[in-house]
């Protein structure tokens, strides 16, 4: 069972920053796409960005464009989630998750087309 190690979650005050992690311990992400849902209070998990493996394109949701920077370092096996100039509204749990597949787009990258999760990381932003 391929299990996701998703880290880097903490309390930020609005426009702060924080860098999310994702790694999988015994298992190679290097050949697939990996992404990040975001579970907020009371609300249903959410997609919010991913990369591809073959051409490093990327998704993000609306909300967060211009704000997230999605990255991958394959060398040490670890996707980033860059998040800047925070909003109250991006609290919540924010989970990896991975396809078995190279691809993703905003068709695709859904909850229910994820084969790999993490156990998620949480984020707060609040002043």
């Known amino acids: 069972q391929v299990q996701l190690v998703d880290s880097g979650g903490g309390v930020v005050q609005p426009g702060g920053s924080l860098r999310l992690s994702c790694t999988a311990p015994g298992f190679n992400l290097r050949h697939f796409a990996v992404g990040w849902f975001r579970q907020a209070p009371g609300k249903e998990r959410d997609p919010i960005s991913c990369?591809?493996?073959?051409?490093?394109?990327?998704y993000y949701t609306n909300s967060v464009k211009g704000r997230f920077t999605i990255s991958r370092d394959d060398a040490k096996n670890t996707v980033f989630l860059q998040m800047d100039s925070m909003r109250l509204e991006d609290t919540g749990i924010y989970y990896c998750?991975?396809?078995?597949?190279?691809?993703?787009?905003?068709?695709?990258?859904?909850?229910?087309?994820?084969?790999?999760w993490g156990n998620g990381t949480l984020v707060t932003v609040s002043s």
């Open positions: 990369i591809r493996s073959t051409d490093l394109v990327t």
């Open positions: 998750a991975a396809p078995q597949s190279p691809y993703c787009s905003a068709a695709t990258f859904v909850d229910s087309g994820m084969d790999y």
